[in-house]
């Protein structure tokens, strides 16, 4: 496989993949969101914002491939496909899964408040632990392009 098409691979799973994980998230926030209108119209300014939360994970896919567009050339190395293709693949997984886990404490959330409970501050708290790891998954990607 020549360097430059494994580099792009990677680039391909970090975006491809955060960007399933937002998509996925921001539908099951959605989802509850729906239903939780239904009980307390009222709220929605809180459902809203526990919806978007999980978007952000497929932002992280584009500045990472900003942070990486520079070593997508031709004379690129193996090595350094190689190493571009790891952080893309790692940045791509843990986008995808904190996504979708961090959706799931925001339809927890989105339901309690339609319920008539006062959490939402409280979700917005928990839901920052699963997006702290896509955030360390960027950090990877910022890492590896620091060091090639």
């Not at 491809?16 to 937002?22: E, N």
């Not at 914002?49 to 497929?58: D, F, H």
């Not at 896509?134 to 990877?140: D, P, S």
């Amino acid at each position: 496989m020549e360097p430059i098409l494994l580099a792009y691979l990677g680039i391909a799973l970090m975006i491809g993949l955060t960007g399933i994980g937002s998509c996925y998230g921001v539908t099951i926030a959605g989802n509850a969101a729906v239903g939780a209108t239904k009980k307390n119209p009222e709220a929605s300014g809180s459902y809203i914002a526990l919806c978007a939360l999980p978007s952000s994970q497929g932002l992280y896919g584009f500045v990472g491939y900003f942070l990486m567009k520079s070593f997508l050339v031709a004379t690129i190395t193996m090595g350094q496909a190689s190493a571009i293709f790891g952080a893309g693949l790692a940045l791509g997984l843990v986008g995808l899964f904190s996504s979708i886990r961090q959706a799931q404490i925001c339809a927890n959330g989105i339901s309690a408040i339609g319920s008539g409970h006062n959490v939402f501050g409280y979700t917005m708290v928990l839901a920052v632990f699963p997006e702290l790891y896509a955030i360390l998954g960027l950090l990877i990607v910022i890492l590896v392009g620091g060091s090639l």
